[in-house]
């Protein structure tokens, strides 16, 4: 029977998200079988062939593996207890392709799913994709079971299909990639594949295959490539070697005539070089003192001082610097204090909220019973946690759930009465200079490029809401070199400078799609300094629930005008809704103040949804750079240490053809808090996206300080997410 398209279709869309939503909803019932090694492919396996191991959930993880067959870089992430991804940058020797360089260049993208895990004398058992978006040069599918026989010894057995049954898809010249090949999927033959797994000690593994893989590539030409030596047998061996506790070494054959290494690291986010920390202590709950020991105290005649609020408002906001906090503004009164304040150093907004309720018992007067903690973000306050000062008081030595569910969570209004600015805190002028490296990953011609060079960046807030923000920067090193576009019909080639820059009519693509991203190369390799940055940004709150904000001038380094911005938040709530409408004019390529012809009004509406285990679904849709009008759907995971790891796509009504290789835009988004790395508190961030292209369509504009991700810090789920480090 012949598959219909629509069928195609919608297995291309509903396979994958079955999978994840399949983990999400799946209940673990049996200890998890974790993996022993690293397949040449970059998740848990054999040697070449699948097993149904995990890693421990939300392992990151990297993979170089080098042979005669190919050298494949890898980045895998345990996204679920069950479900594993693999994003994956071959160089594969033996096919020639129009560089005629005896290799080609191909990236790929695996999903994994364990069906079941372990359990008595049931085997785990796992399906995975392999290279299910790319062009297909290791495309296949396979179902594996994976049985621990032994302490020290598993075995695994499955049915492959595509090259893991020795049966490799041709490959359409043609195909622009990066859409599923869903007409194949398990189909072609299959054949079986099982491996061997023998742990000596604990860091020797060693592993013995059965694998059908041929290492041939043919194309729909008719030619046919064979990718180093022919394999002389269907065994293949293995010895890997781990150490570190997060390192391991491997070295193996293929065949028997194929020899090949490769090396691999797992970093577990809940295991960080410094579990604990190295910020100091904070201050203890200073209970109060009984009633006849300090009448006034607990009376209240105090607030009739008129130096009473501004001393203890001083004294307060001193002691709260030195935790990196700023008291922003204060409002007391005999019985109720709340302060306004600005996290400036801790990755949890319950930490800094813990450590200003602790100072707080022990500036306050003891007739203050009501604690009223609001957090501000750009001057715009965004929640407000009231505790009573006795349950911070009987509850300091209890964990954190009990003050958790003593407090209160609510959504604080622009102004309150009383509120009385402390004084010195506007206008503030911050700055800093760094280093800065930007790096290009998995890039189709290139594959790493780098640029490292000095970041120096300033802010300047006016007042509460007003931020006047800039950055320079100066270039050191690096082969992220200044080329144009690729020149349509000659794969390889590209427009130098000079050639773009004197002809306005190359900035449209032949198809009639302007080049909004596709020239991002212009803008790299200044040798004078540059401008990537340079805005005036106004937050304000017009509504309890209800933000807004406007940012005009450089907004990126290619991009400059005003953008603006609404959302809707309420503190429990969720569900987010937010707007954004933009309109910009493409910079010159030195990042100065010159502009170039280019201009556009585009924008979204967006919904933010955050479910259970740290994730966050966002979907956005509107009208894009290269005006182009479509949607873009991103899946994003924070753990409770500030680690996040995302995926989004998007499609518009660009077609393939216009898009150009990749046929839509996607990538793979990774944000590692510095704080995880060097155990001190900071709320500075590591940031990387894994796009292998840089296309026109479906291209956001990249503003900082989007409403959304200032906001949630402070409301209902990430905060309590977080709540474990109230008492820290």
Known sequence: MRRSPLLGRLMATTLPVALVLGSVSTTAVADPMYARNMSTFGLPGGIDTPTAETLQDGTLGATISWSDYARRSSVVFQALPGLTAVLRYSRVDGINDYRDDGYI???????????????????????????????????????????????????????????????????????????????????????????????????????????????????????????????????????????????????????????????????????APYPSGLEKAPAPVRPRAAPQADPDGWSGTWAQDPTAQPAIQTALGQAMAKEGQTLESMALSPGRAEVRLHNGRYISQAEAIGRTARLMTRALPPSVETFVITSTAEGVPTSSVTLRRSDVERLENTEAGQIASASALSDAPAGAPGLVRSEGVYPRFRWSIKPYVSLGIFSAEDGLTHEVGAEARASYEIAPGLVLTGALRQRAFGNIDRRGPGIPGQRGEYYTPEEYEANPALETTPEGVPRVRSDTRMYSDNSSPVIPELTLAWYAKPAPTVYTRVTAGLLERAYGGVSTEVLWKPVNSPLALGAEVNHVKKRDFDQLFDFRDYEVTMGHVSAYYEFARGFTAQLDVGKYLAGDKGATISLTREFANGWRVGAYATKTDLSAEEFGEGSFDKGVTLSIPLGWATGQPSRERVDANLRSLSRDGGAQLNVRDRLYDQVRDSHSVKLYEGWGRFWR
């Open 105 to 271: 260049t191909d990236r790929s993208l695996d999903l994994r799913y364990q069906v079941l895990d372990e359990q008595g004398w049931r085997p785990a058992l796992a399906v995975g994709l392999q290279d299910f978006l790319g062009t297909g040069v290791y495309s296949g599918e396979y179902i594996v079971a994976t049985k621990t026989v032994t302490p020290t010894v598993r075995v695994s057995a499955g049915l492959g299909w595509g090259v893991l049954a020795g049966k490799p898809r041709t490959i359409d010249i043609d195909d622009e990639g990066g859409t599923p090949n869903v007409d194949q999927w398990f189909r072609g033959g299959t054949r079986p594949f099982a491996s061997v797994s023998w742990q000596v000690n604990d860091r020797l593994n060693l592993v013995a295959e059965y694998s059908n893989m041929d290492y041939v590539a043919r194309y729909s030409n008719g030619q046919v490539f064979q990718q180093g030596e022919e394999p002389d047998s269907n065994l293949n061996l293995a010895a890997f070697y781990r150490f570190g506790g997060n390192y391991e070494v491997g070295v193996y054959t293929i065949g028997g005539n194929t020899f090949g290494a490769q090396f691999s690291i797992a970093l577990n986010p809940r295991e």
